[in-house]
């Protein structure tokens, strides 16, 4: 079943590499193409957040091993922890911001490579936050001044981490971390080398392609939707029916749509409270990293837990 996956994510990531610059050539052919906050907000809460929304059944597989009956527990903790996450970003934003960006960094690294790489010493976990970061340099050494204007709306008034900025953008450490990150790809490409391992480099490339001709929010959409969240929503359909892909992708979707749905009202509650004191655009973004964040840490939180109690 796993040569199978590899097959599947190949032909996924280089379909993914072609969309890339297909629409990037559009994008250069039309002169700038203009997405709005809103559909990048649609397509986070469609596509995207549903690779999360089993979470639910995984998490019943973790209080089986606990031996814990009462799974009400799962979603008062689940809900408490994101609730958390949320009162930690307002009262000490940049700190938040720079634990949550590490964290992303090494889950975006390993559930996109993991398929591929059966180690899981320091080593490879250092190579997979390496990699991962990928995702949160690019855009700062691309566009920069934009993806600042995202941090500031994120409620980050922290001078002194806007002139730390300001110093590693000056002094090329944004292009010494992409370079590391390059590396990371090459060390795991190499690693017990296979054909489909180009998977990899069809990934970064992909990833630096949407990055240098899109804003920020639109390629960290295009990238977390499409590649990302496929990837990781694959897996999933393997693990509910690894016959039939097929099968596996309607039950996937039979029980990712609840989770989906409450999570999507969620936002649009908030989306509407904040859209009383900021402007609609300014609060889809704040919605956006502020409640991906959120969910992010239950989320690898629990990953982690089963990974652990199931060895």
């Not at 995984?58 to 091993?65: A, S, T, Y």
């Not at 996109?112 to 190579?127: A, G, K, R, S, V």
């Not at 990928?134 to 001044?145: E, G, K, S, T, V």
């Not at 590396?183 to 490409?189: K, M, R, T, V, Y």
Request: charged share 15%; glycine share 2%.
């Amino acid at each position: 079943m796993n040569n199978k996956i590899k097959k599947i994510n190949f032909n996924h990531s280089f379909i993914f590499f072609l969309f890339c610059n297909i629409f990037s050539l559009l994008n250069l052919k039309i002169n700038s193409v203009t997405i709005s906050p809103l559909i990048c907000l649609f397509l986070i809460l469609s596509i995207g957040i549903s690779h999360g929304s089993l979470d639910n059944y995984k998490g019943r597989k973790l209080f089986k091993i606990f031996g814990i009956s009462n799974f009400l527990i799962f979603y008062l903790t689940y809900f408490l922890i994101a609730l958390v996450v949320v009162i930690f970003w307002v009262i000490i934003p940049y700190i938040s911001l720079i634990i949550f960006l590490i964290i992303a960094s090494y889950h975006f690294g390993k559930e996109d490579t993991q398929f591929l790489i059966t180690e899981n010493t320091y080593y490879y976990q250092l190579l997979f936050l390496l990699k991962g970061s990928l995702i949160i340099f690019a855009p700062i050494y691309f566009h920069f001044d934009d993806t600042i204007s995202i941090f500031k709306l994120l409620l980050i008034e922290n001078e002194s981490f806007y002139n730390f900025l300001n110093l590693i953008e000056s002094s090329k450490v944004l292009l010494y971390a992409i370079i590391l990150s390059t590396l990371s790809n090459i060390l795991l490409f190499t690693k017990n080398f296979e054909l489909k391992k180009f998977v990899i480099f069809f990934d970064f490339f992909s990833i630096i392609i949407i990055n240098y001709y899109f804003s920020p929010l639109v390629a960290f959409t295009i990238y977390f939707c499409f590649l990302h969240s496929v990837r990781h929503s694959v897996s999933l359909m393997s693990e509910l029916n690894s016959n039939d892909l097929v099968k596996g992708l309607k039950i996937f979707i039979k029980k990712a749509l609840p989770l989906t749905i409450l999570t999507a009202i969620f936002c649009f509650v908030g989306l509407y409270l904040l859209n009383n004191t900021y402007n609609f655009d300014d609060s889809i973004i704040k919605i956006i990293f502020i409640g991906l964040a959120s969910l992010t840490f239950p989320h690898i939180l629990l990953e982690y837990l089963i990974e652990k109690n199931e060895k």
